[in-house]
């Protein structure tokens, strides 16, 4: 793998080493909400986060932002556990969750309640949008703003004993109402929610919001650097107000610092552009929709977004660090073609996947001059251009199997496989010539009969003018397996666009076909799961990590052989 790019990012951070700033420290963090699978656009905020942290001889924490528990779950959590072993990144200490620092959390609310800095307002949640205003217009103060701090202690303690019902009451920073920046206009730091916990159980009947929980544990974590998208550009001055607005040596006693007080010095936060990829929705509440409405089976689907369903496809962790590599780190959004992804897999498939025959629709095959109790062992390379990975022995006799698409009774101009009277090689094999054609009641041709030529093997007789080379398996010793052809899973480049009613119309109605009694090449009959193979002339594929069994071989096409990015970018 190339080492990273450079970018501002890393820029910053070599400033900050050279300055001093953090005494030679990178510290950054992933901080994940477990409410879905995370997706490819995740797995640059991972390389990122884990990439600097490891270039700079500093640390990566691993943070589950768990303040909604309304929407996560342990599986979300396991998943994305799961997805960052399998790029290949390890996190700094034990697994770290905002709900660990619930205590702590409250009592900086306190703090700020006690400063003035806080209160308790009833509004409803719809009130409370009506009063803060819009983009062009400034908000209305609360009618609670100015309650005691007493009074608002009061209400506080008794919101986490749970004597109120969700919405009654929330508690919001004091700020301003008139701010250009509508998420400095009071925004709520705490809410009521009777909602049990995967963490913490009935413990809280209150929750911190993301932006309050997630500033103070950046801070309590001694975090550096914290690097999120460009999406919370516009909450900077917010993770900036908390704090600032708190005491920084409360902060520092509540951290994880060795460091002197006088040395602690608080994160900065710095955004970057998220990963957009074209015929692909990020959305997790669209990726969950997909799941619970049945369009896609389950978060790791291979035709959905996320890692895990990259993976089932056959993608490696080695072809998505590439490819979040080669979309970069830049300041601004932009809009990264699927197929560079698609190269990024093909490139390192390439290279790695050993090659193996599958017949997807499969054709018989008789040879006529071949004696019938006679069979012999061809040895062909598992790859081309690495003798390292060996060789395979595939039985040749007298009954096989080609594919379909690879015979024309009458064939169009340029023809280059088998048609009646015309001859062809087998991969790694003889020339042979098709004689007849057995076809069935509708016509279509179910078996062929075919000569073949002995003194081929290995060797090209001079003079002799071969069309092309096609695939093929023997017909006793054939693996019948299954193969699903997976394709994207939408047809529109820009399934969000504004002129599209419902993004689920975009869905690509052939975006999985099945094909059943496939018939792969012996080698194969062992092949375990998610291991990758490039099927000659038909694609890379690999064998799927859950449905596949000893008795049901099933494989997941990864991608074409096609690679139209190359050209493109070339």
């Not at 975090?223 to 908390?242: A, G, K, N, Q, V």
Request: some cysteine; proline content about 7%; charged content about 25%.
């Amino acid at each position: 793998m190339t080492p990273p790019a450079s970018n501002f990012i890393r820029h910053i951070i070599e400033q900050d080493l050279a300055s001093g700033k953090h005494k030679g420290r990178v510290q950054t963090r992933f901080p994940p909400e477990p409410n879905g699978y995370l997706h490819i656009g995740h797995a640059k905020s991972i390389c990122l986060n884990f990439g600097v942290a490891e270039s700079y001889d500093g640390q990566c924490n691993l943070r589950f932002d768990d303040t909604n528990p309304a929407k996560e779950s342990q599986e979300f959590i396991n998943s994305i556990k799961a997805d960052i072993e399998w790029l290949g990144f390890h996190w700094s200490g034990d697994i770290r969750y905002a709900s660990s620092y619930f205590e702590a959390l409250h009592e900086f609310a306190l703090q700020l309640i006690r400063a003035g800095k806080a209160y308790v307002c009833s509004l409803s949640p719809d009130e409370a949008r009506e009063y803060r205003g819009t983009l062009t217009s400034p908000g209305r103060e609360s009618p609670n703003r100015n309650r005691s701090v007493e009074e608002n202690l009061d209400l506080f303690a008794r919101m986490r004993a749970g004597e109120f019902p969700d919405g009654a009451h929330s508690l919001r920073a004091k700020i301003d109402m008139a701010s250009p920046n509508i998420n400095m206009r009071d925004p709520v730091i705490y809410r009521i929610r009777h909602v049990v916990h995967h963490q913490t159980g009935n413990t809280w009947p209150i929750y911190p919001m993301y932006d309050y929980a997630h500033c103070i544990s950046d801070a309590m974590e001694c975090i550096t650097h914290s690097l999120c998208t460009l999406e919370f550009e516009d909450h900077r001055p917010l993770y900036d107000w908390i704090l600032q607005t708190l005491d920084k040596d409360s902060l520092h006693a509540a951290s994880n610092s060795t460091q002197p007080a006088e040395d602690y010095v608080l994160p900065r936060q710095i955004e970057f552009a998220r990963l957009n990829i074209n015929y692909t929705v990020m959305s997790k509440r669209k990726l969950k929709e997909l799941v619970t409405e049945g369009y896609v089976n389950g978060w790791d689907d291979p035709r959905m977004p996320t890692l895990s369903g990259l993976r089932r496809r056959g993608y490696t962790p080695e072809s998505i660090r590439n490819f979040c590599d080669r979309a970069g780190v830049a300041r601004s959004e932009g809009v990264v073609d699927v197929a560079m992804l698609e190269h990024s897999i093909r490139e390192h498939l390439d290279t790695t996947a050993p090659r193996a025959m599958c017949v997807l629709r499969p054709l018989k095959v008789t040879l006529s001059n071949y004696p019938a109790d006679q069979q012999e062992t061809l040895v062909l390379p598992c790859h081309p251009k690495d003798e390292s990975m060996g060789s395979r022995e595939i039985p040749f006799a007298r009954e096989l199997y080609i594919d379909a698409s690879d015979f024309e009774e009458v064939p169009p101009p340029k023809y280059k496989r088998l048609s009646l009277g015309a001859e062809v090689r087998l991969r790694g094999g003889y020339v042979i010539r098709c004689d007849e054609v057995v076809k069935d009641a509708n016509g279509t041709p179910v078996e062929l009969i075919c000569s073949y030529d002995p003194a081929t093997l290995g060797v090209n007789p001079e003079g002799r003018k071969v069309a092309g080379v096609i695939h093929w398996v023997p017909a006793d010793a054939s693996v019948d397996v299954e193969v699903r052809i997976y394709d994207r899973l939408f047809n529109k480049e820009n399934p969000d666009d504004k002129s599209v009613a419902d993004y689920k119309d975009c869905l690509n109605p052939d975006s999985l076909q099945v094909l059943s009694g496939c018939k792969a090449e012996p080698s194969l009959r062992m092949a375990a799961p998610e291991s990758g193979f490039q099927f000659e002339r038909e694609g890379y594929f690999c064998v799927d990590r859950y449905d596949s069994t000893p008795d049901r071989i099933v494989f997941n096409r990864t991608v074409t052989l096609r690679d139209s990015w190359a050209k493109i970018s070339g």
